[in-house]
Each structure stands twice: as structure tokens, then as C-alpha cells.
């Protein structure tokens, strides 16, 4: 099984500031990555897939990168409704989901 | 626009049975493939199990905590997807979301999930 580690665990950042989410999976996933954002109560909504493209009706902020076992999401500019929840997840060997980031409001 | 909505999810003894539904609208059905993908509480997300349209064989796959318990389903002619759940475990417990592999295999839309919980 690939075992997706997300990092930090809990990013504290303010509006308007600059997000950056890692995702180190334990053996190359090649580009097969996305991004999925989790608000309380509601299902996941899928943000990058490919590891660098944007879902449709996501805003520009959201960017991905990344290819091998190393990926990023960035969030340029936060604002108030990005504090979420971030999974990523592969496809490369059946489906795994890292274990989240809390982006939390400081 | 699509939607998917899950219903059948209630409280179960361990080693109950439970089926849940997942009725799909806005969407070419058919030609997609189905997950079932769920989340403990408090915690984070597990694919569970998968079924291939019917022009790709309408083959199953299943995650290891549930293969030989839970089977994937689907009726085309409803647009309806299931999961039965048997021998159900209290590990079990969890919010279970039905999910599309529409754009590439990935996980879009999601349905807003349906509620299983396995106590005694």
C-alpha cells in the first residue's frame, strides 16, 4: 500500500497570506495526485487532480506541483472560506488518502 | 448539474447487515465509474470499494478491511449505486460517501455521505 504523509499536521496562517501543503508519498505515484478541501459537515470537493490541474470552478489561487513522491499545494492568497481540511490522495496503486491538513485561521 | 445522494445508513449491532443506496442524477450514469469512499469519526478518508461501468467489464474491487464483507453494486436502468454490508464491525463506524471517477478516475462530485454506526 502507498502511504501518503501530509505535512504540517496544522497550519495556523492568516487571510491573505500565503498556504503551502506537502504530500511525500512512500514510493513514486508518478502524477496520479490530487487535492481534495473538507469544510465541517460536508463531503469532500475535489480542488488539483494530476497533480497540477485545477478542478473545474476552482479558483486561480489554488495551485499544485509536484511529481514522483513530492507534491505541494500552494493557496496564493488565503481567504476566509480556504480554512478547511486538505487531503491529498493517489490512484497510482489502487486509492489512498493522506491524513489531512488543518489550515486553521490565526 | 450532478448529484449524488446516499441513504440507508442507520444503527446496527455488530455482526448486522446494513445496504446502502446512492441515487446519482445529472450524470451519464453508465459510462462511469462508482466508489464508495468513507471516513470515521473524527477522522480521515478510506476508499472502500469500486465498481467499473458495464462497457469495462463492471468489475468490483474492494478495499482489504471489507473484502468478503461488503459487495458493490449497480442498476443502470435506476441510475442507482449500493453497498451491502455484512458481518459489520464497529470499525465499521463511519460517515460513507458515494463518488464519481468521472474526470480521470478521480473522485468527483461527492455525495453529502450517510451515516453508519456498528454498537452494541
Known amino acids: 500500500e502507498i502511504v501518503l504523509t501530509q505535512s504540517p499536521a496544522t497550519l495556523s496562517l492568516s487571510p491573505g497570506e500565503r498556504a503551502t501543503l506537502s504530500c511525500r508519498a512512500s514510493q513514486s505515484v508518478s502524477s496520479f495526485l490530487a487535492w481534495y478541501q473538507q469544510k465541517p459537515g460536508q463531503a469532500p470537493r475535489l480542488l488539483i487532480y494530476d497533480a497540477s490541474n485545477r478542478a473545474t470552478g476552482i479558483p486561480a489561487r489554488f495551485s499544485g506541483s509536484g511529481s514522483g513522491t513530492d507534491f505541494t499545494l500552494t493557496i496564493s492568497s488565503l481567504e476566509p472560506e480556504d480554512f478547511a481540511v486538505y487531503y491529498c490522495q493517489q490512484r497510482s496503486n489502487w486509492y489512498t488518502f493522506g491524513q489531512g491538513t488543518k489550515l486553521e485561521i490565526k | 448539474e450532478v448529484q449524488l445522494v446516499e441513504s440507508g445508513g442507520g444503527l446496527v449491532k455488530p455482526g448486522g447487515s446494513l445496504r446502502l443506496s446512492c441515487a446519482a442524477s445529472?450524470?451519464?450514469?453508465?459510462?462511469?465509474?462508482m466508489s464508495w469512499v468513507r471516513q470515521g469519526p473524527g477522522k480521515g478518508l478510506e476508499w472502500v470499494a469500486r465498481i467499473k461501468r458495464n462497457a469495462d467489464g463492471g468489475t468490483t474491487d474492494y478495499a482489504a478491511p471489507v473484502k468478503g464483507r461488503f459487495t458493490i453494486s449497480r442498476d443502470d436502468s435506476k441510475n442507482m449505486l449500493y453497498l451491502e454490508m455484512i458481518s459489520l464491525k464497529t470499525e465499521d463506524t463511519a460517515i460513507y460517501f458515494c463518488?464519481?471517477?468521472?474526470?480521470?478516475?478521480?473522485?468527483?462530485?461527492w455525495g453529502q455521505g450517510t451515516l453508519v454506526t456498528v454498537s452494541s
Open positions: 463518488t464519481t471517477g468521472r474526470l480521470n478516475n478521480w473522485f468527483d462530485p
Open positions: 445529472g450524470i451519464g450514469f453508465s459510462n462511469v465509474w
